[in-house]
């Protein structure tokens, strides 16, 4: 026999520690360095005049109710109808694109299309918003453009249309990558059968297509949402003063040249609560299929 | 036959007739690489200032290669990056392996935790993490970048991992230890070399994540570290020189082919399964 006891039991010894050898490094990471972090901003939020390193003071709401003065709020207003514009956005201009790539492009040009439509998403998100500050701003691109064939010059560069562009950009793969996986399952005889029977192609969109896109279309828009809500990037280097949101607000008052520790955590808790209504919209609407990207 | 051929034409009308999509489409694809193509393009112009072309030069290119400081953060963001996909990859790895094998009071609260990184926006998890090693007294430094850093990427590599493990047979592993094998040496022997695809492709997308990541890192970095992302952005801000085009279309040609790398591998791995099972 080739085990003797012994070996068999440290054997068993190494069997019974495999799981937490296995789970625990991991799950210790994530608790310290996500989990416990997030809940110490709710616990931070919760106390008044913070400077760093000082957690003695009481408890109070009173970081929550500078989150509601008149212009805090308008800045948070602004930032969700930002998201809410960005995901519309991204909604019109990319359900053609993924209903193109997943219903009507050749069959074995499918993947790379779609590769090839997300690839710009894994570039840096500074050098994005970067090259649209060099084709917006007064003597960019657009405005040479315009200049050489005589028509009056655009100013969106530091206003709110050029946040909407950048944001719309950075997100539509997103969008395309979410819609195209839920489109790609779609029924194909249902189309079928409703034109059989006679129905115009706009009823049978209407009324066949989007409705097996529904998960799919929940998935995208909440995404998407989310990380409208969260950029700090394309507001900060597009948006110029005139277009303050949370998340440049929040990154002010940690690293800004006048930090308020408490009411930063205060609005990031703020944030974290939104997205995670956000989250459960998604596991309750969304495309299971689609959580997975 | 008159109803079948009129049953006919409205079908090939959805299916293949409306030709705009693809119209659109290729607008859409415009729209995404012109930004890529205009950086491209005036990095290779010889005038500083104006967005019109004087001529070809390759001189930005040339001063990219010989700028100090980008040298340096890039080597402070390499450091970071691999530093960070080390030590996921092997965490990731074992975690993953370890949710598939083991069936646990709050295994699906694990398992959601560790993709959430890749929802919540990077901002409160930068925030979150600076509180928390404030309230620690940790100094900040190239290593609490680092460890901020393996959170996203264990997210990548046990994504990777866990996708590749549901698509493989559990039985071979069964069958190594009922010939004997450990499990720990069904693991080494039998499960690994059919991971190490999906592990290679999971570490380099989280290497381009941390390669690409200002937020975070500029939330932890401590004095005198400067990342590549938080060195563009400084330059960004301050003065807007085509300095940065050039390095623009190295990076984002880096990434690009990093990533086109990992979709490959983990193609080839799939293409391979179902090769064998035929």
Redesign the interface.
């Known amino acids: 026999m080739p085990s003797s006891p012994i070996s068999n039991s440290s054997q068993s010894w190494f069997q019974r520690l495999e799981p937490f050898l296995m789970l625990v490094p991991a799950g210790l990471w994530l608790f310290l360095l996500l989990i416990l972090p997030t809940l110490l901003i709710f616990q931070l939020s919760l106390v008044p005049g913070i400077k760093p390193g000082d957690l003695v003071n009481p408890s109070s709401l009173e970081n929550y109710f500078k989150i509601f003065e008149p212009s805090v709020l308008w800045i948070i207003l602004r930032s969700i109808g930002i998201s809410i514009v960005t995901t519309l956005l991204c909604l019109i201009l990319g359900f053609p694109v993924a209903y193109w790539i997943a219903l009507l492009a050749p069959k074995r040009w499918q993947n790379l299309l779609l590769l090839a439509f997300v690839l710009p998403l894994w570039t840096s998100s500074l050098l994005r918003a970067y090259a649209w500050i060099s084709i917006l701003r007064p003597t960019g691109v657009l405005n040479t453009i315009l200049m050489t064939l005589h028509l009056p010059t655009l100013d969106v560069m530091n206003q709110l249309p050029a946040v909407l562009i950048g944001m719309t950009y950075s997100f539509l793969p997103y969008m395309v990558l979410i819609l195209y996986s839920s489109l790609e399952k779609l029924d194909r005889r249902l189309l079928e059968a409703a034109a059989d029977l006679g129905a115009p192609p706009k009823d049978v969109f209407m009324n066949v297509t989007v409705p097996q896109a529904l998960p799919g279309i929940a998935a995208g828009v909440l995404l998407v949402f989310i990380n409208a809500i969260g950029d700090f990037i394309n507001p900060e280097l597009l948006g110029g003063p005139s277009s303050m949101t949370a998340a440049r607000l929040l990154y002010g008052k940690f690293l800004g040249a006048s930090p308020d520790w408490g009411m930063g955590s205060a609005l990031s808790a703020l944030l974290i609560m939104l997205v995670t209504l956000a989250i459960v919209c998604l596991i309750k609407y969304g495309d299971k299929n689609a959580r997975s990207i | 036959m008159v109803i079948s051929k009129a ?1 006919l034409s ?2 090939s ?4 007739k ?1 030709l ?3 119209w ?2 290729l607008l ?2 415009g ?6 193509a ?2 491209a393009f ?1 990095s290779f112009n010889e005038s500083a ?4 072309w004087t001529g070809f030069s390759f001189k930005w290119y040339y001063r990219f290669f010989h700028d100090e400081r980008i040298l340096e953060s890039l080597s402070d963001s390499l450091k970071v990056a691999l530093g960070s996909v080390t030590i996921a990859a ?3 790895t ?2 993953a ?3 598939a ?2 069936r ?1 009071w709050g295994r699906d609260v ?1 398992q959601n ?2 993709y ?2 890749l ?7 930068a ?6 090693l ?2 620690i ?1 940790l100094p900040l430094s190239l290593a609490t970048i680092i ?2 850093h ?2 996203f990427c ?1 997210a990548y590599v ?2 990777a991992v866990s ?1 590749r493990i549901n698509s493989l047979d559990s039985h071979l592993e069964e069958a190594a230890q009922d010939l004997g094998a ?3 040496e069904s693991f080494r022997l039998v499960l690994l070399p059919q991971l190490y695809p999906a592990i290679i492709s999971g570490c380099l ?1 989280a290497f ?1 994540c941390s ?2 990541d ?2 975070i890192a ?2 932890t970095a401590g004095g005198g570290i400067n990342t590549l ?1 938080m060195e ?2 400084s330059r ?2 301050t003065n ?1 020189t085509p300095d ?2 050039a390095l ?1 279309v190295v ?2 040609a880096a ?2 082919l990093v ?2 790398l990992a ?1 490959f591998i983990r193609r080839q791995s799939e293409a391979k399964r179902s090769r064998s099972l035929v």
Do not use: C, H, K
Not at chain 2, 49 to 52: K, Y
């Open positions: 049953n409205p079908r009308n959805i299916i293949t409306p705009w999509q693809a659109w489409t859409m694809f729209f995404m690489y012109l930004p890529i205009v950086l005036y200032l104006s967005a019109q092997l965490f990731g074992l975690m392996v370890g949710l094998r083991y646990f694990y935790t560790v959430l990184p929802i919540i926006p990077d901002i409160s998890i925030v979150a993490t600076l509180v928390f404030a309230a007294t460890a901020s393996v959170v264990l046990s994504l996708t450990t499990p720990f997308l381009v390669m690409d200002f937020l500029s939330f992302p563009i952005y960004i801000r807007l940065l085009n623009s990076l984002i990434s690009g990533v086109l979709e």
